[in-house]
């Protein structure tokens, strides 16, 4: 018997044993998607313009509370636009965290700016509050800039993400960021329908970034987000993502460099179906965090729980074991049973293109990332 062929078997039940592979996260169709893709495809209206998008928006500014809502191409171009809307220039150092997937750093060195990792909340899995006021010691403001003393160097944004649909303590966050005049823009990309005191992810800083890849809660095949309640940022960052192209009725005058990241209309019509749905596939996910907080509650294997005052999505529930070389057991063993579970990514300041990064202490991020695993969370049907 394999060390760890009874946590399979109850995986494979809970899923239905009449399957022979349990993937990670899959998408569930079980709306109005199939409708909405035939109306919006006999419409003719399937990119950047269409009555979904603006729907897509709408819903959204709904969910969260925001004032606006700049739906996007893929997370990724939402926190790329959150990013330079917010100034973020070449040669500035943005601070986020290293246990984190690559696209949250790519967005950064889209602009041009240093990533600066710092570590992670054993906890929530997401930013350290502490690991942040650390950092920030070394900054003041110098003529109203925040600058880095060490370097001198502008830093112009702190980008928390919320990892797999933990909350991190973004209010406590926020109020650090604040001290020194700092925008903190949210990578809310795996938190869609997470709340942090009764508040939806995405929404306490000046700024968030939703994700609706194919592996998300929710899906729309490729589709992101951007949330403010700031107007002027808010008109910049759609202005933006459409070429900043003045309105005109047949000119084609741009105002300056502009990006193609609006979503296209047949995404925003399958993110619509989905999310109608969004409530009961968090309930759903939350009943599937339950089984598995109960599979584990009497082992040595550390099940990662929502904190109190949150209400997390469950996007990928997650487990430490107490070594790397357990860890890899575990992988092993479980994906040779056709269950797919996955390790956290290598951590962002390990990657050979950014160790020349600025990094603080990352003991939790390692620790993390030599123990953690992903189990099986797709939405139970």
Same mark, same amino acid.
């Given at each position: 018997?394999?060390? *760890?062929?009874? %946590? ?27 409708? %909405?893709l035939n109306e919006c495809i006999d419409s003719t209206f399937v990119s950047s313009v269409g009555p979904f998008v603006d729907r897509f928006e709408d819903m959204m500014k709904e969910l969260t509370g925001s004032k606006h809502a700049i739906a996007v191409v893929n997370g990724t171009a939402a926190l790329h636009l959150a990013l330079i809307v917010s100034g973020v220039e070449p040669g500035d150092l943005v601070i986020t ?12 060195? %889209?602009?041009?700016?240093?990533? *600066? ?70 990578? /809310? ?54 070429? /900043? ?13 502009? %990006?193609? *990241? ?10 619509? /179906? ?108």
């Amino acid at each position: 018997m394999q060390k *760890y062929e009874s %946590y399979i078997e109850k995986i494979k039940h809970y899923y239905g044993n009449d399957r022979s592979f349990i993937p990670l996260h899959e998408p569930c169709f079980n709306g109005n998607e199939k409708a %909405y893709l035939n109306e919006c495809i006999d419409s003719t209206f399937v990119s950047s313009v269409g009555p979904f998008v603006d729907r897509f928006e709408d819903m959204m500014k709904e969910l969260t509370g925001s004032k606006h809502a700049i739906a996007v191409v893929n997370g990724t171009a939402a926190l790329h636009l959150a990013l330079i809307v917010s100034g973020v220039e070449p040669g500035d150092l943005v601070i986020t965290q290293s246990l984190s997937f690559v696209a949250t750093t790519n967005a950064i060195l %889209y602009t041009g700016a240093i990533p *600066y990792f710092v570590d992670v909340d054993r906890q929530n899995l997401s930013m350290s509050v502490e690991s942040l006021a650390i950092a920030l010691n070394d900054v003041e403001l110098v003529n109203g800039i925040p600058t880095h003393i060490p370097t001198g160097k502008k830093v112009s944004a702190v980008v928390p993400m919320h990892t797999f649909g933990f909350s991190a303590k973004v209010d406590e966050l926020r109020d650090l960021c604040s001290v020194k005049n700092i925008p903190l823009i949210e990578d /809310a990309a795996e938190s869609l329908g997470t709340r942090y005191k009764t508040q939806h992810t995405g929404t306490f800083g000046q700024m968030g970034t939703f994700s609706f890849n194919g592996n998300k809660t929710i899906t729309s095949g490729g589709g992101g987000i951007l949330v403010t309640n700031d107007d002027e940022l808010g008109k910049l960052a759609k202005h933006l993502s459409t070429q /900043a192209k003045k309105s005109h009725p047949w000119e084609y005058d741009h105002d300056r460099m502009g %990006y193609n *990241y609006r979503c296209p209309n047949i995404n925003a019509a399958l993110a619509c /179906a989905q999310l109608e749905q969004l409530e009961e596939f968090i309930q759903n996910k939350r009943e599937t965090a339950g089984f598995y907080h109960d599979l584990f509650r009497d082992s040595s294997i550390e099940y990662i729980a929502e904190e109190q005052d949150t209400k997390a999505n469950y996007w990928l529930n997650t487990i430490l074991l107490t070594s790397k070389e357990e860890r890899d057991e575990f992988l092993s063993e479980t994906n040779a049973a056709g269950v797919m579970t996955r390790p956290a990514w290598n951590p962002l300041h390990q990657l050979s293109f950014l160790k020349q990064s600025f990094c603080g202490d990352l003991t939790n991020t390692q620790y993390i990332a030599d123990r953690l695993v992903n189990l099986p969370s797709s939405v139970r049907k």
